[in-house]
């Protein structure tokens, strides 16, 4: 049976990447219904919401969402709809695995890193106080229980595939309380997972050594601030923010998205990568048992940046993304 799953569309490059990636899906004959809306900033000056009510109440009802990007206006009082979400539905474990592809012209070949950031709290709660005219307090909220899931989640995530290590990223050296009690979890957890190796570096470290020796990394679990950062950054080993999937794991629900913003730089012109949407449709195929079929996508995907004939611009080609989208329709036609 079919399962039907919301898709929201998202602004910028999203519409694109969206229409391209279900494209994709279909002909891939991936069992799902689905339940599209519109959402974002051209939504709001049409209705004055950013995101429909019967966006919601579908999400709540099918609990498998597939997200395109979203613009966020910057410093106007407005809060990111990414963070919103996350909090609204308790989104608490951001996934991101980059891996090289040895057919992509990389600066590295063996990349393979698999970025667990915490996802509820930290920075993005969004809480700041204006002290003073000349003076802002930002509050970084950490605690026990949202420090002690992720960091199981992490250790649970390197077990089910069989990943040797988990890092501990931090900044315990100067956040001696909140980080202190995020790293003392971590070496309290670690104990249960004896088959795993642990370790931990502190974030600037972490981003120095990630770039030099990036084999030496495999699962790393952090709070949320350095997981935004980090993952950006491991996406750029790989080759790019249009090639790095995540998803957003809760308890009841889960949210599927390309690490990358709308791009509003290059929106409209027919040349988004629509890779990282995919790849997260894939990761959401996966959850929803239907492996099989998102090795089919994974493996013409790979068969169409092997022959490095048909890609977007930023992987160095020169097609826009409708020929990008046919060319791997043709190559899974082909299986
Ligand atoms: P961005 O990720 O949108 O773009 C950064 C650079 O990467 C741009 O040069 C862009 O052209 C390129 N790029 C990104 N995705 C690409 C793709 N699929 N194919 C080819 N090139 C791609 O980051 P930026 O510009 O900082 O943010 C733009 C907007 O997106 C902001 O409003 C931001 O708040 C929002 N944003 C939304 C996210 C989400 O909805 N999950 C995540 C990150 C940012």
Redesign the pocket.
Known sequence: MNQTITVFR?D??GPE?TEAVLEILNAAGAPLNYEVFDVGAAMFEKTGEFIPEAGLKSFEKNRILLKA????PIGKGFR?L?VTLRLKYDLWANIRPARTNPALDNRFDNVDVVTVRENTEDLYIGEEEEIDENTVHAIKRITRKASERIIRKAFEYAMENGRKKVTCVHKANILKKSDGMFLRIFEETAKEYPQIEADSMIVDAACMNLVMHPERFDVMVMPNLYGDIVSDLTSGLIGG??LLPSCNLGDDHAMY??V???????AGKNI??PT?LLLSACMMLDDIDQKECADTIRHALDQVFEEGKVL?P?LGGQSTTTQFVEEIIDHLNKK
């Open positions: 998202g910028g490059i990447i990007p979203i613009t966020t990111s990414n923010l249009g998205e390309a990358h913003g709308s791009a509003p730089d290059i988004a990568n990282a977007t930023d």
